[in-house]
């Protein structure tokens, strides 16, 4: 999220929107510099001081209905926003939002998502009667974009995620140890947050480096500043290898589009919310999930179709420019706050 935020909050300043971030607690996103308010507190003395101050007309809450009701009794008056970036699995997804049906539907003036089809499908389902807005999240290519690098003499696969059971790190080490038969040199880097890991999915992980004896192959980074990343996939897309998504359900995830925006192609699962910045073999590729096979094909043809491989990454990065641009998504944004 605080991707996401960081740029939006950029994007809608250049219409004249003055847009704050309010978290709970603190997160490794905090060390990416920003230059707009940013409040990171739970206590409710400290958010009604952060409200008052504010006159905030608009409250786009991410998730956590819950708050409806508690900003409510801090003295908040205006409108709220219901904003779903992804739960994870489906029926999770099912289970919270089915759960929240009473709050919305007192205090919600409207939903909103990234064009995440299953998210989508249970608005429609079961809030009818609140307006539904589906577009996506906005991405700055100009600022994160590709970086001129040097060319790693071998390819390097890589993988963003949490150490947890959707983002599906088990597939992941799979692939990777099928396809290091292919390419002896191939170098496997994972990004996370150690601070988010479940820790028995660590202790698992562990263990599954010791049986497919990757050791020496695997690099673990964790809690890279987000500027950072630019070199990385410009690094990755130059090394001739490609970022890989493997979650069992994704909403939109913004390291795809950070990778496409350097040029670094990718391979992800069909899983639902990346289908709007992966088009099969005109964007990027995608496998069914749990196919190892084909995704193995797919990763050899990335490497080896040179040809198609270049084509994939001149109009991933178009594709970022034309359907995640500021502009269109302010107008997007603008329109959905005076439709309310």
């Given amino acids: 999220m605080d991707s996401i935020n960081r740029q939006r909050c950029r994007a809608l300043r250049r219409y004249g929107i003055q847009a704050d971030c309010l978290y709970y607690n603190w997160g490794a996103g905090m060390q990416n510099p920003t230059d707009f ?14 409200l008052d101050r504010g006159n905030y007309q608009t409250i786009i809450v991410t998730t956590d209905h819950q708050c409806f009701e508690r900003f409510r009794r801090l003295g908040y ?5 219901l904003e779903i970036q992804g739960y994870g699995p489906k029926e999770t997804a099912r289970q919270k ?42 991405f700055d290519s100009e600022f994160f974009t590709y970086q001129p690098v040097y060319r790693p003499l071998h390819p390097i696969m890589a993988w963003v995620g949490r150490m947890e059971d959707n983002k599906n790190w088990r597939e992941f080490l799979v692939i990777g ?22 820790p028995s999915e660590r202790e698992q992980f562990i263990q599954m480096l010791a049986q497919l004896n990757l050791h020496g192959r695997v690099r673990l980074l964790s809690n890279v500043p987000n500027s950072e990343m630019r ?14 998504s493997t979650s069992k359900v994704e909403g939109a995830p913004q390291s795809v589009l950070e990778a496409m925006s350097c040029r670094c192609p990718v391979l992800a699962t069909n899983s ?33 179709n040179h040809t198609g491989r270049e084509a994939i990454r001149e109009n991933g990065y178009r594709h970022i420019c034309s359907e995640f641009g500021i502009d269109q998504y302010c107008k997007n944004f603008i329109h959905m706050l005076y439709s309310i």
């Avoid at 308010?37 to 952060?50: A, C, L, M, R, W």
């Avoid at 002896?184 to 150690?194: A, I, K, N, V, Y």
């Fill in 37 to 50: 308010p940013i409040y990171i507190t739970s206590d409710d003395y400290e958010t009604k001081q952060i």
């Fill in 77 to 81: 008056t205006g409108k709220f926003i």
């Fill in 97 to 138: 939002l089915t759960e929240a049906v009473p709050i919305v539907n007192t205090h919600a003036s409207a939903l909103l998502n990234p064009r995440t089809p299953h998210i989508a499908a249970l608005f429609k389902e079961l809030y009818p009667y609140i307006p539904h807005y589906n577009f996506n999240n906005c």
């Fill in 177 to 198: 140890h099928q396809l290091s038969y292919y390419y002896p040199d191939l170098e496997l880097l994972m990004f996370e947050d150690m601070n988010l890991s479940v």
């Fill in 231 to 244: 070199y990385y996939f410009s690094t990755i897309g130059e090394s001739g290898g490609f970022l890989i």
């Fill in 272 to 304: 639902d919310g990346v289908a709007t910045s992966i088009i099969h073999n005109v964007t990027g590729k995608s496998y069914a999930l749990g196919s190892i096979g084909q995704a193995v094909k797919e990763a050899r043809d990335l490497i080896d």
